[in-house]
């Protein structure tokens, strides 16, 4: 089986064929997975940003740190960003600290410009779940975004600020 990745590095995107016959599946890290070329130039300090941040929080999902991962997200508004309201923060903490969390891992990074993004964690929720398969999982998308030249990130919502509905059609 052949799998084609476009894969970000720097300020470049290369293009990775995969051949596979042993029936295994490589684990992939983020910068491993496929990627949408952007709209925006990005450095190799931009996507190692990026990658750190997605990769810390999916670390406090995993180790069941629900409100160190409530602490990493915010919001933007007017082009500035603030932490996320402290309502917004009790709700997520609510809902994740009252599922169980046996895995999770991002699935999907794909970059579009500084405020409309997409890093999708695939959280499994059952023990006999399958996160490859998505049996038995939950998804969260989060939007990385780039205010003032520093990363944050942001739940994916398609009425925040900056971000477009990449699928709607005209």
Known sequence: MKKIFYVFLGTT????ILSCSSG????????????????VNYS?????????????????????DIDAAANMLYFVRNDSIFPITDEARQGFTH????MPIYDCKVTTLILRSELNNEARVVVKVREDGDIEKQIGTTTISLNPVQIEGKWYLTLLDKNAQGVQDVYETN
């Open 95 to 98: 809902v994740y600290s009252s």
């Open 44 to 64: 190799s300090k931009d996507s190692s940003e990026i990658n750190s941040l997605v990769e810390n929080y999916v670390t406090a999902l995993k180790s069941k």
């Open 13 to 16: 995107l290369s293009l990775t």
């Open 24 to 39: 295994k599946k490589k684990e992939m890290t983020i910068a491993e997975q496929y990627l949408r070329p952007a709209s």
